[in-house]
């Protein structure tokens, strides 16, 4: 309580904004932030997305602050002002997915899987607002199968939202590609009330130079971001879990004693 008096002593801000959050939202907060206005945007934000306490704390442990807003988008070029402020709040760079154990050499189609698989962590890292669609989601353009690898539809935004997976590093070809999808997705898909599709195209790794260059002259906003997986255990489960050697010696023990 005293900790909590010398973080707020703004009376009209105890009322109008940490009150409207949990006590031990307040105290998670308190105890990892060090920061006013650190504290203040997670508190914003737990009001706005309605975070759970074990939200609220891998949201912070993933330092959503400094990842939220970024990545290199032609939004404001090819979107209305409102809308596109809302969209670039959409984007983070890099995405984390932290629930995939995965190793460095994957395919694309093994990443659209294991996020498929954990469709409800893939949404919170997304952010509020992403509806699923479909995966491998099938367009037909002039007698052709084209087929999306993410289709999302975003409430607040109103419009859909295409996911462009990539295991290596960004190269300009995939933005044309994109914009194909986009004009496709506009015509064959959006509800005359809708606003422009966006599409996002994720990669390991990506050249800010080269990103902002391809999406430049792009007619259609697009999105391009990184990500970052889980590809050995964390360094606190480390040495807790048995070895292989250890496994097969208790195993062959079990079946000794079992003859």
């Keep these: ?22 006590w031990f939202h307040n105290c998670v907060i308190l105890d990892k932030l060090t920061q006013p206005a650190d504290r203040e945007w997670y508190i914003q934000k737990t009001i706005a997305n309605g975070w759970s306490r074990n939200v609220l704390v891998h949201q912070i442990e993933n330092r959503l602050i400094n990842r939220e807003g ?14 596109s402020d809302l969209a670039l709040q959409t984007m983070k760079d890099p995405y984390i997915f932290d629930f995939l ?43 052709q199968d084209y087929y999306l690898d993410l289709l999302f539809y975003h409430l607040k935004l109103r419009s859909y939202v295409v996911i462009d997976l990539k295991v290596g590093d960004f190269i300009p070809e995939y933005a044309g590609k994109m914009n194909f ?24 790794a990506k050249n800010r130079v080269i990103a902002e260059y391809a999406l430049r002259d792009m007619a259609r906003p697009i999105g391009v971001a990184g990500y970052t997986l889980t590809s050995s255990l964390p360094r606190e489960m480390s040495g807790r879990l048995p070895t292989v050697d250890e496994l097969e010696e208790e195993l062959g023990e079990h079946e000794e004693h079992s003859a």
């Design 181 to 204: 999808y986009l004009s496709a997705v506009d015509d064959l898909l959006a509800h005359p009330s809708d606003n422009p599709s966006i599409g996002i195209v994720l990669c390991k």
């Design 101 to 143: 154990q995965m190793g460095e050499k994957i395919r694309e189609t093994e990443l659209e899987r294991g996020l498929i698989e954990h469709i409800r962590e893939f949404l919170l890292e997304l952010g509020l607002g992403f509806a699923f669609v479909g995966n491998q989601y099938h367009l037909e353009v002039a007698d």
């Design 70 to 83: 970024k990545g290199v988008t032609n939004f404001s070029a090819t979107l209305p002002q409102e809308q």
């Design 1 to 22: 309580m005293r900790s909590f008096a010398e973080a707020w002593p703004d009376p009209e801000f105890v009322q109008q904004v940490a009150a409207q959050i949990p």
